[in-house]
């Protein structure tokens, strides 16, 4: 087992007919049949199969398999649904029930889905996945630049997909400095201390802030994930911006920003801190 935890799944089939969508009368499509309902079931990920499993009300067995996914089916297809919340897909054909399945999954946080995303995408074969980035395009709005870095696509997904965002990081600033032009311009304007990356989509930004996974087995930081693969993000080298203290409204009304830290308890002696906020009058 090489992965294994609860996911929110919905399963829908798409019929593969010829026939104008006004004459067909099959029993599911009577009935509503060609689209489930979200369920939570245990996900457990091999290296060959993507097994998803309920709790039975029984004592024996204990847990029911409800769908059995091989990775080496013909025509699947791992795809990004929702650039916001990671949510993903996978796709096959069924030639038993002569339709197309798709299977949606969604985990309990965005970091959560955006591991299992990379978790398939090692394990698949290349009919089955959109190719790696050719190159790490790095946007400096401060100074309006952008800074292309070559990726090395000859080595396999597990040594790439270690290309961390402080080596990106580190990589952007080793540019500037070899050109005497911009290392007079950023000398002032960027200092290393005061940088961080974030992934950016339309108006929202995600701070890549975690080096390592919420399991802690690995990093979380790596350049490699749905959002330079999808290429559904940019990225951005910013001056990192902290949280306000106070907020002032038209009227010179003021808000508070209140900061706490709440320690998430694991079975390990570390405990990871969980900042939060709210605002007060």
């Excluded at 399945?101 to 946080?109: D, G, L, M």
Aim: net charge positive; hydrophobic share 35%; glycine share 2%.
């Amino acid at each position: 087992t090489l992965k294994h935890s609860l996911l929110l799944c919905l399963k829908t089939l798409t019929q593969n007919s010829t026939t104008p969508t006004r004459y067909k009368a099959s029993r599911e499509a009577r009935l509503g049949m060609l689209k489930g309902q979200w369920k939570q079931l245990e996900a457990t990920l091999t290296k060959d199969t993507l097994t998803l499993s309920s709790n039975s009300m029984l004592f024996w067995p204990k847990r029911r398999t409800e769908h059995t996914i091989s990775l080496h089916t013909s025509y699947l297809r791992l795809f990004l649904m929702s650039p916001l919340d990671s949510t993903f897909c996978l796709c096959y054909a069924s030639a038993a029930d002569a339709c197309h399945v798709t299977f949606v999954f969604q985990a309990r946080t965005p970091s959560l889905s955006q591991e299992w995303y990379r978790s398939l995408y090692a394990l698949l074969p290349k009919h089955a996945k959109l190719p790696l980035p050719l190159s790490c395009e790095v946007y400096v709005p401060a100074v309006d630049l952008r800074v292309h870095l070559p990726l090395q696509t000859a080595t396999p997904l597990p040594s790439s997909s270690f290309v961390t965002a402080q080596e990106i990081k580190q990589a952007v600033l080793s540019v500037l400095q070899q050109d005497e032009i911009w290392a007079s311009i950023t000398h002032e304007t960027l200092v290393a201390s005061e940088l961080g990356l974030c992934w950016t989509h339309k108006d929202r930004a995600e701070w890549i802030y975690w080096k390592n996974t919420v399991e802690g087995q690995q990093r979380s930081d790596s350049f490699i994930g749905p959002h330079s693969i999808e290429q559904t993000h940019q990225l951005e080298l910013r001056h990192i911006e902290h949280t306000p203290q106070q907020v002032r409204l038209q009227g010179n009304s003021v808000l508070e920003v209140i900061q706490w830290c709440v320690h998430k308890k694991k079975r390990e002696r570390n405990s990871q801190p969980i900042c939060l906020g709210a605002l007060a009058c």
